[in-house]
């Protein structure tokens, strides 16, 4: 179960996760048949496929190669059953990648806005929504972006990047428009 450290080179990483989505591969063909009598053996291996593969693509991106990321995400996993959990952080990961990719904002903003939300919990539709406010401040769309902001924190007060990524974009505003309420949003959120 071990894995290389963060800062191993990329073909050190491959090398592993490949070895042990073979071996996860090998273990979902062995129990396809055993959905009706043992539906926990049929799940065996889809969750740590996925997980290896989101794994993956998060330090690729780390590594600043988004491109190769957004490849991992589309291509590796190869299978169309995926838990919510592992679906939410494979949609987090593309969107990262393309926010780390010049030119591919609008992009990772389409991905994001042709996800459908319904199956997700509220702290993953929350980190959706910080994650749209971001695409949208980079594009220009301020009035966006601060809605988008705000819709997060009102599904989860206690999403993580949440206060911390509002405050960002309200500090940046107030620098681009003097506003004084901008300040006063920033501060409330560098606070909370």
């Known amino acids: ?16 996760i490949m070895w042990r989505n073979h071996v996860y591969s ?8 055993f959905h009706e009598i043992n539906p926990a ?6 969750k740590d496929k996925a997980w290896s593969v989101n794994k993956l ?13 957004v490849q ?14 592992e679906a939410f952080i494979k949609i987090r990961e593309q969107a990262k990648a393309y926010l780390s990719m010049p ?3 609008q992009t990772g903003l389409n991905l994001l806005n042709t996800t459908n939300l319904e199956y997700f919990l509220p702290g ?9 406010g971001e695409f949208l401040h ?5 009035e966006q972006a601060h809605n988008f902001y705000l819709a997060s924190l009102q599904l989860n007060r206690n999403l993580e990047k949440g206060w911390p990524s509002w405050g960002t974009f309200c500090d940046h505003r107030y620098v681009e428009s003097n506003d004084p309420v901008f300040l006063e949003y920033a501060v409330s959120c560098y606070l909370q």
Do not use: C
């Open 72 to 85: 991992i995400l589309n291509k590796m996993y190869g299978y169309l059953r995926m838990e919510v959990q």
């Open 1 to 16: 179960l071990r894995l290389p450290n963060k800062w191993d080179s990329v073909s050190h990483w491959n090398d592993i």
């Open 103 to 105: 030119g591919e904002v």
């Open 41 to 46: 053996l049929h799940q065996l291996g889809f």
């Open 26 to 33: 090998t273990v979902i063909n062995t129990f396809k048949n």
């Open 57 to 69: 693509a998060g330090v690729v991106r780390k590594q600043g190669l988004g491109e190769v990321a």
């Open 138 to 142: 980079r594009l220009g769309d301020g």
């Open 124 to 132: 993953h539709k929350a980190e959706i929504f910080r994650l749209k």
